[in-house]
């Protein structure tokens, strides 16, 4: 419970947390309402999925999400003073499990008015409205706030396990956002099946879908569950690369 309350203090006060949280909300939802008032329905038709639509945001809003996971021990690393904070809490697995509570806390606290936000807009201004009242679409707001949360604990791990920023930060964002080009751009059906089903980011953001579930290359909770997947992976790199480095 000290450790939580000493990262809690740490990221609270920092100044760069306070900004970076409202941007992810500002982020998220302003590109989910450009979306929403530039998506409009053909001779009447609307083939699109308006709950995903809606929160279109989300996908841009997560390298905000990303760069606060990884700042989040990333600037402790080029401060050098990831050795005071070892020396006060000495083991090392406790220190970023107390990370990873505050840093999920925060984001998910800016997730939950992002999602809000952006489905408003999605009511709105599409001219076929995500059903708020819908298991669906609840699945999706729901799906997303987690997504934000899963892309954060991701940078975080990443961060400790390379120990700087900018090479985190590129890692994640190439993870989240060249995976899903390179799935597109291959030839062979099958292998871009599978490249979207392992992806972060596609796989995680297919909770988002209320419509044509059945042409999805995965689930809404198993791709979600790919996410957690990574996210767990490299937290848990990085808590054997931490016991067994030096500072």
Known sequence: MNAVNCEWTKLRTSPGTVWLALA?????????????????CADGTCAFDPAKVSLTGV??????????????????????????????????????????VVLAAIVGAAAVPSTLLSLWAGRAYLDDPPDLGSGAVLRAAVGSVLYLVLVALLSLGLATVTRNSATAIGAVLALLYVVPILATAVRDADLEKHLKQLGPMNAGLAVQATRGLDELPIGPWKGLGVLCLWAVGALVLAAVLLTRRDA
């Open 59 to 100: 996908a841009v809003g997560q390298a905000v999400v990303a760069v606060l996971g990884v700042l989040a021990v990333g600037t402790e690393y080029s401060s050098g003073t990831m050795r005071l904070t070892l020396a006060a809490v000495p083991r090392r697995t406790h220190v970023l499990a107390a990370k990873a």
């Open 24 to 40: 992810v909300v500002v982020t998220t939802a302003g590109v989910s309402l450009l979306a929403a008032v530039a998506t409009r």
